[in-house]
T-cell receptor
Framework: AQRVTQPEKLLSVFKGAPVELKCNYS??????LFWYVQYSRQRLQLLLR??SRESIKGFTADLNKGETSFHLKKPFAQEEDSAMYYC?????????????FGEGTQLTVNP | DAGVIQSPRHEVTEMGQEVTLRCKPI?????LFWYRQTMMRGLELLIY????????DSGMPEDRFSAKMPNASFSTLKIQPSEPRDSAVYFC????????????FGQGTRLTVV
């Protein structure tokens, strides 16, 4: 069974400080991993996916298969980064593309 | 396309009543997901459909929950009878068929059962 774990429910940093949101997964196959973000009063939306190897809004995430992790990082946090962040895993190898989310981390960036 | 549309946005009902949540996915998407969001458990997958067929309903908490997708443009999630512990935000999402496809979410329905 697949599982996504985000160990921190709440994370608070000051503006300009580095931020890292942790995500660990368990899955026997080759996973597709994502980070989704939910800003206040907005719908959940995709932030980035590991296959694209992209940087979005200064955020990056590297898939570490040895540690089964997909941590989200940003070197200098901004106040507008305050939001709920969800790590997600898709198991495209089965007959259905099941998308499983972690518990979420509420990031607060203080001025 | 207006994106994934859910209705109602807010629902307050009394315990024991039937509740029906509705979702219109993005046209052309193959997958439709129903999630429940709570502070304690985050986003839980309840059920998902592929081409209108339910694939996995193992996340549906009890027999009180049921979901249907009669056609490619409409899905319902029904709770009968509702209980206070069902209070949560329910999200519908849709996506294309490939594994790295982006899931597009609706605005959610905030359900309060009193």
């Amino acid at each position: 069974a697949q599982r996504v774990t985000q160990p921190e429910k709440l994370l608070s940093v000051f503006k300009g400080a580095p931020v890292e949101l942790k995500c660990n997964y368990s899955y026997s196959g080759s996973p597709e991993l994502f980070w989704y973000v939910q800003y206040s009063r907005q719908r959940l939306q995709l932030l980035l996916r590991h296959i694209s190897r992209e940087s979005i809004k200064g955020f990056t995430a590297d898939l570490n298969k040895g540690e089964t992790s997909f941590h989200l990082k940003k070197p200098f946090a901004q106040e507008e980064d305050s939001a709920m962040y969800y790590c997600a895993l898709s198991d495209g190898e089965t007959s259905g593309s099941r998308l499983t989310f972690g518990e979420g981390t509420q990031l607060t960036v203080n001025p | 396309d207006a994106g994934v549309i859910q209705s109602p946005r807010h629902e307050v009902t009394e315990m024991g009543q039937e509740v029906t949540l509705r979702c219109k996915p993005i046209s052309g998407h193959d997958y439709l997901f129903w999630y429940r969001q709570t502070m304690m458990r985050g986003l839980e997958l309840l059920i998902y459909f592929n081409n209108n067929v339910p694939i996995d309903d193992s996340g549906m908490p009890e027999d009180r929950f049921s979901a249907k997708m009669p056609n490619a443009s409409f899905s319902t999630l029904k709770i009968q009878p509702s209980e206070p512990r069902d209070s949560a935000v329910y999200f519908c999402a849709s996506s294309f068929r490939w594994a790295n496809a982006e899931a597009f979410f609706g605005q959610g329905t905030r359900l309060t059962v009193v």
